[in-house]
């Protein structure tokens, strides 16, 4: 590359200068127009609500969006769900933006691999699709703790989803990292984002009045002032809220377009009317109705008789009109000028008429373990959807295509019972080369992405709708069934714990998708098989292969420490000194301690304790089992209690309850119990490095749970998407390749777990399973998943 001379500097300084003045010349005879790409030329005003429609620039538009999580759905599938969205009808991506996951721990921000966002909503753009976004900072989701970083639940005094400086804090910076990112993505900028959601149905929440307002603009800095909205941090476009009929009367805000959730045609009229008179209705500034209600040509009676109407939610308005029977009561009330009355009442239902959108028309519904299989019929549900465009309405469907719940991010239910989300966000059993029937979540498309019966009714409708041609689906992704895994190599929880307290992992940041190079070696070093060539080595010469973290993650290395944590007393997860002080956001916790006595044992555990005396399980504690009786063993005896987070709280009250593993004291015979050595065991991808080949051990007769075992899956060509079934094993986590797949249990519904084939390699691919209780003989394979009893959704 040339260097320039101290002499030759003032010749390219005279040259650049020229260069300047000449540009200026030319173009001033030119339009500025013209160096704006064609494709931003016409974008001025984005989607507007304008009386009963959405516009976008000079046209009228209907919103036919669907849902599809781009966390949910491994990165190399998303072209193809977003291209069967397109063909069926549909316009509109909608997405929820996951802050646990993008924010794992505070101000370290995540956006790569299946994280990231922006190519998500890119990709949509260029299959033709435009995007609605639900950044949160809450999103429910069916998500652990509704998409909300656990670490914020270090604070013992934190307020979620209010406007608590702790918790504001931290929406600020992540919001800040967050909209970055977003603000490029917007219509006006040449992105396709043409709507916002405001938080995600706070009114059935409504913990504080400040939090919505704060949440639509963004900053917590002047509460007395509403108009800035997201403009704060440069969001431009449409603004929303998303409600049930639970929370539609207490979610709605000033300046943002109210839309609905929903599932069945009963509550559509319902919340249809009442959408009517809370968007800048008779839920207008008690200033403006004060206004309208004091004016000197109305009298006093008519007066009354807007108040009263008002206080009665316009219950007998429809779209556009008031009633006869209302105009004939508003007329006999007042002794005034009724027919000015008539006018201001009118004038308010005019107002009042703005898009009606379902944001959510909910396709089917979610399992709960233990549960049954809900489904939703696929004839119901086109009645629903024709009913709610015929009148008027867009819609959204929630799930167009649900996903898969990998590894732990989960949510549950928490009402008179606890009630931990399944694994699957979406699948169904397949019938023929096209179709299946119904599906968990019962979303359009099933986990694996194939048509279902809801989608071939759905894309005729939406066709018709459209009166254009739609493109064709694309061809289904092939499956397979891979021949049965025998578990060949077992170790031990307890024969673990020694590694781990001498392990130091380290986390490598790398865009490779290659198979995990540790787990490859390891599989390679414990069934004898050939060597092959590690793409990183973790020193020159050496086998050790440094660990891929998320593909599209660069950055240095990170060591991270496994050892166990002393402490006098019970730690709860997210309060553990791990981490960089963020505490353990997922997974199992293991708590250690001795004792000399038996006894009954009883303290507060959250979610799922297994309780061991040495090595032998002898009961549970959870939220029903309260207590488990301590056998007479003599002399000092290792007490241990597995406690499993089988996901928190995504919606409801209790949100702020939400804290893992043991809460406050165990006691023993009512005496509080002290010395514990506490084992983070969240099985990141650096878990499993702490025993490699050599520390494995062959299957024994009768194994010691809880356990891990290890197999290896043959792939002989190219690989294909398929279900794992684990029958005769009853509860645990598997991994492929590193990947953790989610849970299994044995209580159903869900009996399969999704293997997407893009995480499979050909050749050798390592599998471990771990199993708390009972293993089976083999892992077994299948095309189709198994789903459970079914349970029609009413």
Same mark, same amino acid.
């Given at each position: 590359?040339?260097?320039?001379?101290?002499?030759?500097?003032?010749?390219?300084?005279?040259?650049?200068?020229?260069?300047?003045?000449?540009?200026?010349?030319?173009?001033?005879?030119?339009?500025?127009?013209?160096?704006?790409?064609?494709?931003?030329?016409?974008?001025?005003?984005?989607?507007?609500?304008?009386?009963?429609?959405?516009?976008?620039?000079?046209?009228?538009?209907?919103?036919?969006?669907?849902?599809?999580?781009?966390?949910?759905?491994?990165?190399?599938?998303?072209?193809?769900?977003?291209?069967?969205?397109?063909?069926?009808?549909?316009?509109?991506?909608?997405?929820?933006?996951?802050?646990?996951?993008?924010?794992?721990?505070?101000?370290?921000?995540?956006?790569?691999?299946?994280?990231?966002?922006?190519?998500?909503?890119?990709?949509?753009?260029?299959?033709?699709?435009?995007?609605?976004?639900?950044?949160?900072?809450?999103?429910?989701?069916?998500?652990?703790?509704?998409?909300?970083?656990?670490?914020?639940?270090?604070?013992?005094?934190?307020?979620?989803?209010?406007?608590?400086?702790?918790?504001?804090?931290?929406?600020?910076?992540?919001?800040?990292?967050?909209?970055?990112?977003?603000?490029?993505?917007?219509?006006?900028?040449?992105?396709?984002?043409?709507?916002?959601?405001?938080?995600?149905?706070?009114?059935?929440?409504?913990?504080?009045?400040?939090?919505?307002?704060?949440?639509?603009?963004?900053?917590?800095?002047?509460?007395?002032?509403?108009?800035?909205?997201?403009?704060?941090?440069?969001?431009?476009?449409?603004?929303?809220?998303?409600?049930?009929?639970?929370?539609?009367?207490?979610?709605?805000?000033?300046?943002?377009?109210?839309?609905?959730?929903?599932?069945?045609?009963?509550?559509?009229?319902?919340?249809?009317?009442?959408?009517?008179?809370?968007?800048?209705?008779?839920?207008?500034?008690?200033?403006?109705?004060?206004?309208?209600?004091?004016?000197?040509?109305?009298?006093?009676?008519?007066?009354?008789?807007?108040?009263?109407?008002?206080?009665?939610?316009?219950?007998?308005?429809?779209?556009?009109?008031?009633?006869?029977?209302?105009?004939?009561?508003?007329?006999?009330?007042?002794?005034?000028?009724?027919?000015?009355?008539?006018?201001?009442?009118?004038?308010?239902?005019?107002?009042?008429?703005?898009?009606?959108?379902?944001?959510?028309?909910?396709?089917?519904?979610?399992?709960?373990?233990?549960?049954?299989?809900?489904?939703?019929?696929?004839?119901?549900?086109?009645?629903?959807?024709?009913?709610?465009?015929?009148?008027?309405?867009?819609?959204?469907?929630?799930?167009?295509?649900?996903?898969?719940?990998?590894?732990?991010?989960?949510?549950?239910?928490?009402?008179?019972?606890?009630?931990?989300?399944?694994?699957?966000? $979406?699948?169904?059993?397949? &019938?023929? =080369?096209? /179709?299946?029937?119904?599906?968990? +979540?019962? #979303? !359009?498309?099933?986990?694996?992405?194939?048509?279902?019966?809801?989608?071939?009714?759905?894309?005729?409708?939406?066709?018709?709708?459209? $009166?254009?041609?739609?493109? &064709?689906? =694309?061809? /289904?992704?092939?499956?397979?069934? +891979?021949? #049965? !895994?025998?578990?060949?190599?077992?170790?031990?929880?307890?024969?673990?714990?020694?590694?781990?307290?001498?392990?130091?992992?380290?986390?490598?940041?790398?865009?490779?998708?290659?198979?995990?190079?540790?787990?490859?070696?390891?599989?390679?070093? !414990?069934?004898?098989?050939?060597?092959?060539?590690?793409?990183?080595?973790?020193?020159?010469?050496?086998?050790?292969?440094?660990?891929?973290?998320?593909?599209?993650?660069?950055?240095?290395?990170?060591?991270?420490?496994?050892?166990?944590?002393?402490?006098?007393?019970?730690?709860?997860?997210?309060?553990?000194?791990?981490?960089?002080?963020?505490?353990?956001?997922?997974?199992?916790?293991?708590?250690?301690?001795?004792?000399?006595?038996?006894?009954?044992?009883?303290?507060?555990?959250?979610?799922?304790?297994?309780?061991?005396?040495?090595?032998?399980?002898?009961?549970?504690?959870?939220?029903?089992?309260?207590?488990?009786?301590?056998?007479?063993?003599?002399?000092?005896?290792?007490?241990?209690?597995?406690?499993?987070?089988?996901?928190?709280?995504?919606?409801?009250?209790?949100?702020?309850?939400?804290?893992?593993?043991?809460?406050?004291?165990?006691?023993?015979?009512?005496?509080?119990?002290?010395?514990?050595?506490?084992?983070?065991?969240?099985?990141?991808?650096?878990?499993?490095?702490?025993?490699?080949?050599?520390?494995?051990?062959?299957?024994?007769?009768?194994?010691?749970?809880?356990?891990?075992?290890?197999?290896?899956?043959?792939?002989?060509?190219?690989?294909?998407?398929?279900?794992?079934?684990?029958?005769?094993?009853?509860?645990?986590?598997?991994?492929?390749?590193?990947?953790?797949?989610?849970?299994?249990?044995?209580?159903?519904?869900?009996?399969?777990?999704?293997?997407?084939?893009?995480?499979?390699?050909?050749?050798?691919?390592?599998?471990?399973?771990?199993?708390?209780?009972?293993?089976?003989?083999?892992?077994?394979?299948?095309?189709?998943?198994?789903?459970?009893?079914?349970?029609?959704?009413?």
């Amino acid at each position: 590359m040339p260097t320039w001379s101290a002499r030759r500097r003032p010749g390219r300084t005279l040259g650049l200068l020229l260069l300047v003045i000449l540009s200026f010349l030319v173009l001033r005879r030119w339009s500025w127009r013209g160096l704006v790409p064609t494709w931003l030329r016409h974008r001025h005003s984005g989607l507007q609500a304008k009386g009963q429609n959405f516009m976008l620039e000079d046209s009228t538009f209907w919103i036919f969006g669907g849902s599809i999580h781009y966390f949910r759905v491994p990165r190399e599938y998303w072209r193809d769900r977003l291209l069967k969205l397109r063909a069926c009808g549909l316009n509109t991506l909608t997405t929820y933006v996951p802050w646990n996951l993008h924010e794992p721990e505070r101000g370290k921000f995540d956006f790569s691999g299946n994280l990231d966002l922006e190519a998500f909503v890119l990709l949509a753009a260029e299959v033709g699709l435009w995007v609605i976004l639900r950044p949160g900072p809450y999103v429910c989701s069916e998500l652990d703790l509704g998409g909300l970083p656990s670490w914020l639940l270090q604070d013992s005094g934190m307020r979620l989803r209010t406007t608590y400086k702790g918790f504001t804090d931290a929406v600020d910076l992540y919001f800040d990292h967050l909209m970055s990112r977003v603000v490029p993505l917007q219509y006006r900028y040449g992105g396709p984002v043409i709507a916002v959601q405001v938080e995600n149905e706070y009114g059935s929440y409504n913990r504080d009045p400040a939090y919505m307002p704060y949440v639509k603009r963004e900053r917590q800095a002047d509460l007395s002032d509403p108009s800035q909205a997201l403009e704060d941090r440069g969001i431009v476009e449409l603004l929303l809220t998303s409600d049930n009929k639970d929370g539609l009367s207490k979610g709605v805000m000033d300046g943002v377009l109210a839309t609905i959730n929903l599932q069945s045609q009963s509550e559509l009229q319902l919340l249809v009317t009442y959408l009517l008179s809370v968007q800048r209705g008779c839920l207008m500034g008690e200033e403006d109705l004060r206004y309208r209600a004091s004016d000197t040509s109305i009298s006093p009676n008519a007066s009354l008789v807007l108040w009263r109407f008002c206080e009665r939610g316009c219950a007998e308005l429809v779209p556009g009109v008031i009633s006869v029977s209302l105009g004939q009561s508003c007329a006999k009330s007042g002794s005034g000028s009724n027919t000015r009355l008539w006018t201001v009442l009118r004038g308010i239902v005019v107002a009042s008429v703005q898009p009606k959108m379902v944001m959510e028309y909910w396709t089917g519904w979610f399992d709960s373990w233990g549960g049954p299989h809900n489904i939703l019929d696929s004839s119901e549900v086109l009645k629903t959807v024709s009913a709610i465009v015929d009148a008027g309405s867009s819609i959204n469907l929630y799930m167009f295509h649900g996903g898969t719940n990998f590894g732990f991010m989960n949510g549950a239910l928490h009402f008179q019972d606890y009630k931990s989300d399944v694994t699957s966000y $979406g699948k169904c059993p397949q &019938l023929g =080369p096209f /179709l299946c029937t119904q599906l968990y +979540y019962d #979303a !359009v498309l099933t986990e694996a992405g194939d048509y279902t019966a809801k989608y071939v009714k759905l894309r005729e409708f939406f066709g018709s709708v459209s $009166g254009a041609p739609l493109p &064709l689906p =694309p061809d /289904l992704l092939p499956k397979t069934a +891979y021949e #049965a !895994v025998k578990p060949v190599f077992c170790l031990s929880l307890w024969d673990v714990l020694p590694y781990l307290e001498e392990a130091v992992g380290r986390e490598v940041r790398s865009r490779t998708t290659e198979l995990n190079c540790v787990m490859r070696s390891q599989v390679e070093e !414990v069934f004898l098989l050939p060597s092959r060539p590690c793409h990183q080595r973790a020193n020159p010469g050496s086998g050790g292969c440094l660990l891929p973290a998320t593909p599209g993650r660069r950055g240095p290395a990170r060591l991270f420490s496994m050892q166990p944590v002393s402490s006098e007393k019970p730690v709860n997860m997210e309060n553990l000194p791990i981490n960089d002080g963020n505490g353990q956001s997922f997974g199992y916790t293991l708590y250690e301690t001795t004792i000399t006595s038996s006894g009954i044992l009883s303290g507060l555990v959250r979610d799922r304790g297994q309780v061991f005396v040495n090595t032998v399980s002898v009961g549970f504690l959870d939220y029903k089992r309260k207590e488990v009786a301590i056998p007479l063993i003599q002399g000092f005896i290792l007490l241990r209690i597995l406690v499993e987070n089988c996901g928190r709280v995504n919606y409801g009250d209790n949100i702020n309850d939400q804290r893992k593993g043991l809460i406050g004291d165990l006691y023993l015979n009512d005496s509080p119990l002290r010395g514990f050595k506490i084992y983070s065991l969240e099985m990141k991808k650096g878990f499993f490095k702490s025993f490699l080949g050599d520390k494995w051990n062959p299957v024994p007769d009768v194994p010691t749970f809880p356990a891990f075992f290890l197999g290896v899956l043959s792939v002989p060509l190219s690989p294909y998407d398929t279900f794992m079934k684990l029958e005769g094993w009853e509860k645990g986590v598997v991994f492929v390749n590193g990947q953790n797949l989610g849970r299994y249990w044995n209580v159903g519904p869900q009996e399969t777990l999704y293997l997407p084939g893009v995480w499979l390699a050909e050749g050798i691919n390592q599998v471990i399973v771990f199993e708390e209780k009972m293993a089976g003989p083999m892992i077994q394979f299948t095309e189709t998943p198994h789903l459970g009893r079914r349970q029609y959704v009413d």
